[in-house]
């Protein structure tokens, strides 16, 4: 079944992809994938995530063994010089600045922790080491947050662009360059989705007073304690650590640093997962462009 131009306008928008008349196994195998990645769109956490990057690796996999079909290979040959062609190449070119760019937040994001949790086993019992020890990680992740937002503009400026005129094109062709296009969407989103976890829902606003943090944090804490299973590992620690060096008032203890230690443990962890996804879907995003510009070169 053909895909009418016009649904380009939904980013998600469930569609059949019919390349040649008896459609290879590849093609259900796709469309397991997209469906899929679709139907995580909401999940938010770390974890989640990280199945997003694994489940979109695997259709960038799907999608390099489809530009192995003879038929693929003759229609793109056929369009090189055609407009969506070029607009293709300069995605992927994009997408992966955009890998690059999350690889460098959650490289510095690691380090950072590490740095904290080695300052904290050093200084522990020391309220003013910790504290310079917190402000200096949260300066940091400042940096990051700033990088991320503006890179996050330029992405949702990509989303808008992320579709087709309407192209005069037979059914099986205009179906493969659809899906070519969704494939660049969904990375698109998923990409987005990890920026906005490094950066934290609320870690993300201005640093007018961490007292204030802090006694927001405090009240209603029921509330906040089932708000907290929706946050990401990063936002988690970030709100932990302004609580902490808002409480200027009481003296930091024991609990309090191990309450830390284990926040930041959980973010290491995450994002050593999230670094492998990114990892994976890199290479994969590199590929697929090599054997893109394979076809066209012959």
Known sequence: MAVS??????????????????????????????????????????????LKLSGLTDLHDCVDNLL?????????AQC???????????????????????KDALLQTREGAQELQSSMRRKRGSENGISSEIEKYLTSRKKVKKAIHKA??????????????????DPETLSMVTMLREVEM??????????????????????????????????????????????????????TLCTLLGNKNKSVNVVHVDNVHNEVSKLESSIQDLEEGIEFLSRRLIKTRVSLLNILSH
């Open 5 to 50: 131009p016009a649904n380009s306008k939904a980013y998600y928008h469930a569609r059949s992809i019919s390349l040649p008349s008896r459609p290879h196994p590849l093609i259900p195998e796709f469309e397991e994938h997209s469906c899929r990645l679709r139907a995580s769109e909401a999940a938010s956490s770390s974890s989640s995530i990280s």
């Open 68 to 76: 192995l079909l003879p038929f693929t290979q003759q229609t793109v």
């Open 80 to 102: 090189h010089h055609e407009q969506w062609v070029d607009e293709l190449l300069d995605g992927s070119l994009r997408l992966l600045d955009i890998c690059c760019m999350a």
């Open 152 to 169: 996050l503009r330029s992405l949702k400026g990509m989303k808008n662009e992320c579709r087709f005129a309407a192209l005069n094109k």
């Open 186 to 239: 969904i990375t698109l989103t998923v990409l987005e989705a990890l920026l906005s976890s490094i950066t934290g829902a609320t870690a993300g606003s201005k640093r007018r007073g961490w007292s204030l943090v802090s006694k927001l944090m405090q009240h209603n804490r029921v509330a906040c304690d089932e708000a907290e299973a929706n946050q990401s590992e990063f936002e988690n620690v970030d709100n």
